[in-house]
């Protein structure tokens, strides 16, 4: 960061350390304003006396977001996912979804006064995760981006693939892209396959597998047929050499033929036979690898309103409309290129419709530059999307150090979880400058069955040989009724005592 052109002011020193604090308050301690009442530990990392204040890590945040910090941080995130994908060896799996915060405001807003609330309206931020899990992985978040209120799906898809470089890899590395039903319509399904997305989703409704008379393509464990067919209505339109497919899967298969119900999961590539006699499976792997990253991410302070100020702006119906005309100029141009008309009255004729054309897209040009911009949101102009990926790089690194383990519930920690075990745990530290090493005295969990989940977790953070102020830093439980004799055998030259 201190690199670029424009660097933010400050050594890369001074800037690593703001943002080591700044990562140390994001998660899992929960947002700004408990910053200060759990940062007591900080003078480890930092060797200042006391806690930096909210207000500075506020505004160095928000100056380093205003340098490039943001798509910094983002870069390390996606690099984080590629590295695990290319050590596997193997294609990855996608899951997109959206995320809405919800925040309050006296402001003009996206919604009518809730309640007994007074002015006071819900509105929300929306944003696109995704996801990446790997074969036999630990599911990583790979890339978030910010939205207006009543952002439909296909907003985060188009952000994420907007990045070149994150096309490509995608393209070459993922498998299967899957997301919810919100974007099963036609248009975007057509617009994933012009991108050569190969998405899974499943439609609104439901219907009976009774009613298909073609020969099953498969059956499932219980014996019940599975109807694949062409999805003739997103085939329309596509490039040539796309095979969408309709799969007709039922609704609860364990229920074998007694039930009748079944659902329509859209494909942009054939499944195979495997996978398809267990869709449902497939499909519903995004609760676990997506949906519930995302819920352990906002327990621990994801869904916190970091950037307060609200900009005015056009409500979406009104950039819904302007899209459209824009659609409809295109058109117009296009129209009027191809226009040739062979003889004189057909040539008067004609440029009376596309001049009537032309000035009916004026008018509703004009129309729509009239309606003032009165709606408030919150825009990506200040440091929370630099903070939620910061909060996404800590996240990855936990996720991949705990799928180290060979327990099976360290593997599946939240980090609310790893925070109540360890983290958020008292500690002591002791300094030893002539061997160059901090040792953190962990304080220990009465119970024995999470004590000895509190020693994994020990464990799997000194393998990674983490270091602070160029000193080796170890991990260590805590013995109370051996800690007088641990301080006086380490004959140790500073040790600060140290809570939550």
Known sequence: ????????????????QHLSALVGRLMPCGGWMAGERHADAEPIGTERRRPYDESTLRKRARELAQHGGTDLVARAVEASVEQAVAVSATKAVAYTDIFDQVYWTKKPAYAAPIGSRGNRLLAATYFGMTFVQAEAGASLAYCVSWHKPASPLQDGLEALLAAPRRATWLSTNIQRHIWDRGG???PILQWAIARRIPYLTVTNGSTRWTRYRRPPKVYTHSRVPVFVRRDVAVRRGCPKGATPEEV???AHPSKGRASTKALRYRTAVPLPKDDLRQLDRVYKSRWPRN???IKALVAVGFDRNLDRGLTL???RGTDGRLARVQKREQVLRDKIAAFSPPTISKLIGGARRLLREKVACAQQRATIAAIPNNKGARMDTGAELLCKNLMLLAYNFLALLLKRSPIDEV????PA?????????????TEDPTAHRTTLWIEPLPSPTERSLQEELVRLFNEKSLSVRGQHLSLRIRDPNDQAHQLRSADLSQALLVSE
């Open 1 to 16: 960061m201190a690199a670029q052109p424009d660097p933010p002011a400050g050594s890369a020193t001074r800037i690593a």
């Open 184 to 186: 099963s319509g036609r």
């Open 248 to 250: 007709i899967f039922p």
């Open 291 to 293: 949906e519930n990253p």
């Open 313 to 315: 702006t056009s409500s």
């Open 411 to 414: 593997r599946t920690m939240t």
């Open 417 to 429: 979880r790893v925070h109540e075990l360890l983290l958020g745990r008292g500690l002591l530290s």
